[in-house]
């Protein structure tokens, strides 16, 4: 290309490209940073003998049409003020006035949370089962009393002998589902062929319930994370927002055109913010970051992960992919397009560039790392005397932590037995005390009931 200047407008989006203003002017000149775009332009300089010029656009502005004119960097490119814009999604409508070459996968659109927290200890009584199960349970209960009561009615009037009442035969249905069996069974066969088969139920129905009533007892249990658009529509009381450069590009066109209601909902729903906003929401729970995947990994890699790996955020593990790939978009008939394609298909062919993508997320992660601590190096050497009684707590902490979570180790010292304490058990006591309650108070309403009948009689 014999030294031609290359006028390039980019946007920030890292790992994708990255760069420093030399100035403060709007549509300034950029030096760009190590990521996939800085790397493939100095290679494609190199291989095909360009020269350029990196300028940054305006707000992160890709593009939106408008009455066949676009704005931002593909109004650019449009008005072939540039000779390619990135990074650049290959969206129908920019294929138009742009030549698209790909340079690397797309990332993917996800959804960042708050982690699951534990779920209340005094429900584990009740968590063993659904809701749905429960109510069968009760139903269960109900109708086959009904049918022993009816039975048993139907064999009176036949052969004679006692009637039976209905809140009997509940109560008998009641004790067995309880393992304590009545020592009495009917006198006829019917009768006594439907107990035999209630029992059969309650001992499935029994030793499922004391099977994970133990494993609730002992490891508590978590919400279900939220991990796709369905989840955060369905959760009532449940809010999204998305940062508002993102919705300058493909995300926006994609929520904004998409038929499913789910996707409808969620954008109808976003809330637009800022990243420091919307992780200060996220923090406080029942709030989502509708994002994008490799963008945000590195951030929450970088400044909210320990060294083991631990961070309070949930990345969803259901990533909606919206476009195929990233890329340049070229301005339309540039002659050099072919010679682009020969070059990133080479790169692509050789492994280059997932190798690039992996060295400069890695290499971001360690250099936000390098500097925290740095920043935290200097906090300690100016707050010396009040770091030290918070880190010895912190040590403490820790101790407690690691000791807590050798209890579950298998085939630790102390995984033999997990005994269950207070906590494990207040579900019981709080049901003890409901039904204390409730029995004084059904004691109270029958001495009333009788009172109030001893003197009618005495009239």
């Known amino acids: 290309m014999n030294g031609h200047g290359m006028k390039i407008v980019t946007a920030r989006y890292f790992p994708y490209s990255d760069y420093t203003p030399d100035t403060d002017e709007p549509y300034s000149t950029a030096t760009l940073k190590?990521?996939?775009?800085?790397?493939?332009?100095?290679?494609?300089?190199?291989?095909?003998?360009?020269?350029?010029?990196?300028?940054?656009?305006?707000?992160?502005?890709?593009?939106?049409?408008?009455?066949?004119?676009?704005?931002?960097?593909?109004?650019?490119?449009?008005?072939?003020?540039?000779?390619?814009?990135?990074?650049?999604?290959?969206?129908?409508?920019?294929?138009?006035?742009?030549?698209?070459?790909?340079?690397?996968?797309?990332?993917?659109?996800?959804?960042?949370?708050?982690?699951?927290?534990?779920?209340?200890?005094?429900?584990?009584l009740v968590r063993p089962f659904t809701a749905m199960v429960w109510l069968g349970i009760l139903v269960s209960v109900l109708v086959w009393?009904?049918?022993?009561?009816?039975?048993?009615?139907?064999?009176?009037?036949?052969?004679?002998?006692?009637?039976?009442?209905?809140?009997?035969?509940?109560?008998?249905g009641w004790a067995i589902l309880l393992e304590e069996p009545p020592k009495h069974l009917p006198g006829n066969v019917s009768g006594q062929m439907l107990v035999g088969w209630w029992l059969v139920f309650c001992l499935i129905i029994s030793t499922g319930y004391k099977s994970a009533l133990i494993a609730h007892l002992t490891v508590q249990g978590k919400d279900k994370p939220v991990e796709?658009?369905?989840?955060?529509?369905?959760?009532?009381?449940?809010?999204?927002?998305?940062?508002?450069?993102?919705?300058?590009?493909?995300?926006r066109h994609y929520l904004s055109t998409h038929t499913d209601p789910t996707v409808k909902a969620v954008y109808e729903g976003l809330e637009y913010t800022s990243y420091n906003d919307a992780i200060e929401k996220v923090s406080r729970g029942g709030y989502s970051l509708v994002t994008m995947q490799n963008y945000i990994t590195i951030i929450i890699e970088s400044q909210y992960?320990?060294?083991?790996?631990?961070?309070?955020?949930?990345?969803?593990?259901?990533?909606?992919?919206?476009?195929?790939?990233?890329?340049?978009?070229?301005?339309?008939?540039?002659?050099?397009?072919?010679?682009?394609?020969?070059?990133?298909?080479?790169?692509?062919?050789a492994g280059i560039v997932q190798l690039w993508l992996k060295q400069v997320n890695a290499g971001r992660v360690r250099e936000n790392r390098a500097i925290s601590r740095q920043n935290a190096q200097s906090t300690t050497t100016l707050h010396f005397e009040v770091t030290i009684p918070v880190l010895q707590a912190t040590v403490l902490k820790s101790e407690e932590f690691l000791m807590e979570v050798n209890?579950?180790?298998?085939?630790?010292?102390?995984?033999?037995?997990?005994?269950?304490?207070?906590?494990?058990?207040?579900?019981?006591?709080?049901?003890?005390?409901?039904?204390?309650?409730?029995?004084?108070?059904?004691?109270?309403?029958?001495?009333?009931?009788y009172s109030h009948s001893t003197k009618k009689s005495k009239r």
């Open 34 to 124: 190590d990521s996939m775009d800085a790397r493939l332009i100095k290679e494609f300089s190199k291989k095909l003998n360009f020269t350029y010029v990196v300028r940054e656009e305006i707000d992160r502005l890709w593009g939106n049409l408008k009455n066949g004119v676009f704005d931002g960097m593909m109004g650019r490119l449009q008005r072939h003020e540039v000779d390619f814009a990135t990074p650049v999604s290959p969206l129908q409508e920019r294929l138009a006035i742009l030549d698209y070459l790909g340079t690397c996968p797309s990332d993917r659109m996800t959804v960042l949370s708050l982690k699951p927290s534990l779920l209340p200890q005094h429900l584990a």
């Open 305 to 349: 992960t320990d060294e083991r790996g631990r961070t309070p955020y949930h990345l969803s593990k259901k990533p909606i992919t919206i476009t195929a790939t990233y890329g340049w978009g070229l301005r339309k008939g540039s002659p050099f397009y072919h010679r682009f394609i020969q070059l990133i298909h080479r790169l692509e062919d």
């Open 228 to 251: 796709t658009f369905q989840d955060m529509v369905n959760t009532p009381g449940w809010k999204w927002g998305v940062e508002v450069w993102l919705m300058t590009g493909a995300p």
């Open 407 to 449: 209890l579950n180790i298998p085939g630790g010292e102390e995984s033999k037995e997990i005994p269950l304490g207070l906590n494990h058990m207040q579900g019981a006591f709080y049901l003890l005390f409901i039904i204390s309650v409730l029995a004084s108070f059904t004691m109270l309403m029958e001495i009333i009931t």
């Open 145 to 172: 009393a009904g049918v022993l009561w009816m039975l048993q009615r139907l064999w009176v009037h036949v052969a004679g002998g006692k009637t039976v009442q209905f809140i009997i035969t509940f109560l008998y």
